[in-house]
Nanobody, 127 residues
Framework: QVQLVESGGGLVQAGGSLRLSCAASGRTFSSYAMGWFRQAPGKEREFVAAISRSGGSTYYADFVKGRFTISRDNAKNTVYLQMNALKPEDTAVYYC????????????????????WGQGTQVTVSS
């Protein structure tokens, strides 16, 4: 059974930083791309960032480019999201997800391209 467990969320002031982690188990972690998504109250879940299975390819939503960095450590079965220069509009529950396909260099941005999801971690940015 695949499990994804996020951690690292919390309350931070605008301009601050947080590092989210997502620990994976139950699947060969290094065989699948990973993604981060977020969902703010009253809004749909949206794509934030994704990384290929090797870590060689990454892709970001425009609203986080230059501020967030996705990375992974396949030896630790963990994917990270380093979030800098946080804004109040970044407030949301952040979810990690595992791609449903094992394809070289694949980086997915659509929710339906992921088949396993974590429970989410709350990030709150105060102004």
């Amino acid at each position: 059974q695949v499990q994804l467990v996020e951690s690292g969320g919390g309350l931070v002031q605008a301009g601050g930083s947080l590092r989210l982690s997502c620990a994976a188990s139950g699947r060969t972690f290094s065989s699948y791309a990973m993604g981060w998504f977020r969902q703010a109250p009253g809004k749909e879940r949206e794509f934030v960032a994704a990384i290929s299975r090797s870590g060689g390819s990454t892709y970001y939503a425009d609203f986080v480019k230059g501020r967030f960095t996705i990375s992974r450590d396949n030896a630790k079965n963990t994917v990270y999201l380093q979030m800098n220069a946080l804004k109040p509009e970044d407030t949301a529950v952040y979810y990690c997800a595992s791609d449903r396909k094992s394809t070289y260099r694949r980086v997915s941005t659509r929710l339906d391209e992921y088949d396993y999801w974590g429970q989410g971690t709350q990030v709150t940015v105060s102004s």
